[in-house]
């Protein structure tokens, strides 16, 4: 590999969840990025080898880093055999390492990703064969080096993985709940919500607390890679500068305020929730910022006159209808007289149900947890009478 030099730029792509892409912009404008164009479910920049390496620790909403190493277009298999060979695989990879080939496939003439994969893993391998007589091993769970392959409409883009493990992944979580909400989502809608990392953050069906952890690593400005267990893709890649990594490692420690900067409380009707929720929290260090306590939503009231409120109730379908839709109306109810003086948002996969809510949501965000289409609504609880002045 052509020892990429540390100032000089080349272009990324960041993955992300659907409905999060301008959220993961913002973070890459924040680490001085350039050419940031927003697409489908990813971001392209430009950025050098640092930034590379920052994106990775500090994106919150991002999924994976992506180098583009070359862009064609493969009519038929032959074409993309031969296009995917026109690489010389051993400036990225040697034979006794192992790789992976993550192939996404839209609207082209291939329909299976997993074929497409099969096809370009033969083209690196038999390259190497011609070359040496020997071959480098797949291995899908931990390779020495991911490769990304996208191609869409015939256009294929291959990309080394710089991340790795997907950055979702942070590495807090021993203890999860039956429905642990994704972390790049939880970190997406509170970005999302427009709290202001100074206000009173509550969520008040905490589960296993990922909304709380993710809210108390921004306040406190902690990069989310800094707890990640396995190394970052670019970690064995021939261009690897550990003594840069060490250097943005270093500084991501540095930038931590150690002072607690706001009250993020969390509460669960579940014993076990709590439990785990506590577990979670003492892996990433902050029992001085998050504020866990047993306690049903029903019988609570805000411990301060204005804040933001976010909610991920259940939405399964295990819950009896009618359980469900008082559930709803409950939680309406419990917002509007007990969290006057809040913003409200309730992430919710059931829309139906939503409608017992009963108050009137000022903005409907639409987002996924994986596959189910969600909303991300919001309630603006005033206190007192309503004031004049639309809805946003």
Request: net charge negative; glycine share 6%; charged share 25%.
């Amino acid at each position: 590999m052509a020892k990429q030099k540390q100032n000089e730029n080349f272009n990324i792509i960041a993955t992300t969840l659907s409905g999060l892409e301008e959220v993961l912009a913002a973070e890459l404008r924040d680490l001085d990025m350039e050419f940031i164009k927003v697409g489908n479910r990813a971001v392209t920049c430009s950025g050098n080898l640092r930034q590379l390496y920052e994106a990775n620790l500090w994106c919150r909403t991002a999924i994976r880093i992506l180098k583009p190493i070359r862009n064609f277009k493969a009519r038929d298999e032959k074409d993309l055999y031969e296009q995917v060979q026109k690489t010389n695989w051993s400036e990225y990879l040697d034979v006794d390492q192992t790789f992976a080939i993550d192939a996404v496939v839209s609207h082209s003439t291939f329909e299976h990703s997993l074929y497409v994969a099969q096809l370009t893993k033969d083209a690196i391998v038999d390259q190497f064969r011609k070359k040496t007589g020997e071959r480098p091993s797949v291995d899908r769970i931990r390779p020495d080096l991911r490769i990304n392959l996208h191609m869409h409409e015939n256009m294929v883009t291959l990309s080394l993985d710089s991340s790795g493990d997907s950055l979702h992944r942070r590495g807090y979580r021993l203890q999860t709940n039956v429905a642990p909400l994704n972390e790049v989502l939880a970190a997406g809608i509170i970005a999302l919500s427009g709290w202001d990392k100074k206000s009173t953050f509550i969520d008040p069906m905490c589960g296993s607390g990922t909304f709380l952890i993710e809210a108390a690593l921004m306040a406190q400005n902690i990069a989310p890679g800094l707890f990640r267990r396995d190394p970052f893709g670019f970690e064995k890649w021939k261009d690897y500068n550990e003594q840069l990594f060490e250097m943005v490692w270093n500084t991501a420690e540095a930038k931590e305020r150690k002072t607690a900067q706001t009250e993020i409380v969390g509460y669960d009707i579940d014993p076990d929730y709590i439990e785990a929720t506590k577990t979670n929290v003492a892996n990433v260090g902050l029992q001085h910022v998050i504020k866990v306590q047993e306690a049903d939503f029903f019988e609570t009231t805000a411990p301060a006159d204005h804040g933001v409120l976010v909610m991920n109730p259940p939405y399964n379908e295990r819950i009896q209808s009618d359980d469900i839709n008082l559930l709803y109306k409950n939680i309406g109810d419990t917002l509007k007289n007990n969290y006057q003086g809040f913003d409200a948002f309730v992430f919710t996969g059931n829309l139906d149900a939503a409608k017992s809510i009963g108050l009137r949501a000022s903005r409907r965000t639409p987002l996924y947890n994986g596959p189910i289409d969600c909303r991300l609504l919001k309630y603006e609880l005033y206190s007192g009478s309503r004031r004049s002045g639309g809805e946003e």
